[in-house]
């Protein structure tokens, strides 16, 4: 999915990981993170794509710091996170990056 | 597949794409160009994932912007993104970003 961004500067997380084996709960977690993030102040967007082999990488854009910390603090998005590393990811990385400039093709 | 970095901070460069039909000679190319990337200076590392809807996000990481910048200038990096855009992507994003901190589970 795409997510239309507004000009540079905004931020980045870039989530990259490697699911363990196909679990239906996980895609229904994933789906309620993505709803819930969403509705977040500063939430500006996000993409994802995983692969056959399991591995896949989400990117959520955010229009600052402040509004990254907050949805890491959120209570049901703590708590999932708890329920990844315990049952659905082999290993993941985070990284916060801040986007500096941004062009586009097609439509 | 996952790229090893350093501590931040460094660059990625975060490139979303939504391919047009599956095409052999783009996988080709697209393996070519990671080969050719991890011989330039400043490169750190790729991960890449496309879902079986053609969506797919690639982010490699570079120690500088100068890096990315001269690996943007390769002829033949030049030569197969015009390639990308006649003939593989209906629409991609490409955004530059520094990454400001970093954290990691698993292996």
Same mark, same amino acid.
């Given at each position: 999915? /795409?997510?239309?961004?507004? !000009? ?5 997380? /870039? =989530? ?10 996980? @895609?229904? +977690?994933?789906?309620?993170?993505? @709803?819930? !993030? *969403? ?9 994802? $794509?995983? &692969? $056959?082999?399991? =591995?896949? /990488?989400?990117? #959520?854009?955010? #229009? #600052?710091? $402040? !509004?990254?910390? +907050?949805?890491?603090?959120? !209570?049901?998005? *703590? $708590? /999932? ?5 315990? @049952? ?15 062009? #586009? =093709? &097609? @439509?």
């Amino acid at each position: 999915m /795409i997510g239309q961004t507004p !000009a540079p500067p905004y931020y980045a997380v /870039i =989530f990259s990981s490697q699911r363990r084996k196909a679990d239906p709960a996980y @895609d229904q +977690a994933a789906e309620h993170m993505v @709803d819930l !993030a *969403r509705q977040q102040p500063g939430f500006l967007g996000v993409e994802s $794509a995983r &692969g $056959a082999d399991g =591995f896949g /990488i989400t990117v #959520s854009y955010w #229009s #600052s710091e $402040a !509004a990254i910390v +907050a949805w890491k603090q959120h !209570a049901e998005h *703590r $708590a /999932i996170r708890e329920r990844g590393r315990s @049952d659905w990811y082999q290993h993941f990385h985070t990284r916060v990056s801040k986007v500096e400039r941004a062009y #586009s =093709f &097609g @439509d």
